[in-house]
């Protein structure tokens, strides 16, 4: 019954900015550790950032500058920011989050997933 819902995806042009919502429903929230993953075609899922439930983060190095994560306990929601967007951001993009509430980049380390939201990026 634990449940991520993605909101927010779609098309913006490069240099854009688009935010993803992940709205947590099922168990409690604030202990959790939340994470975004991106896709692309023929390629495999990649750890993009990740909040703990004490809101320490961690980005790669491809969006740092420019990507930002975020929680709001109050909605249980966890947030990506995209802003300078490039065409190699295309991707579709998964929450993710885990019970023990630190931060990991690999996937097997989550527990539960959003069904994932496709984000494109033109030229």
């Known amino acids: 019954q634990v449940q991520l819902v993605e909101s927010g995806g779609g098309l913006v042009q490069a240099g854009g900015s688009l935010r993803l919502s992940c709205a947590v429903s099922?168990?409690?929230?604030?202990?959790?550790?939340m994470a975004w993953f991106r896709q692309a075609p023929g390629k495999e899922r990649d750890f993009v950032a990740g909040i703990t439930w004490t809101s320490v983060k961690r980005v790669v190095d491809a969006v740092k500058g420019r990507f930002t994560i975020s929680r709001d306990n109050a909605q249980n929601t966890a947030y990506l920011q995209m802003n300078r967007r490039k065409p190699e951001d295309t991707a579709v993009y998964y929450c993710?989050?885990?019970?023990?509430?630190?931060?990991?980049?690999?996937?097997?380390?989550?527990?539960?997933w959003g069904q994932g939201t496709q984000v494109t990026v033109s030229s």
């Open positions: 993710a989050a885990r019970n023990y509430g630190g931060l990991s980049r690999g996937s097997a380390d989550y527990n539960y």
């Open positions: 099922g168990t409690p929230f604030s202990t959790l550790g």
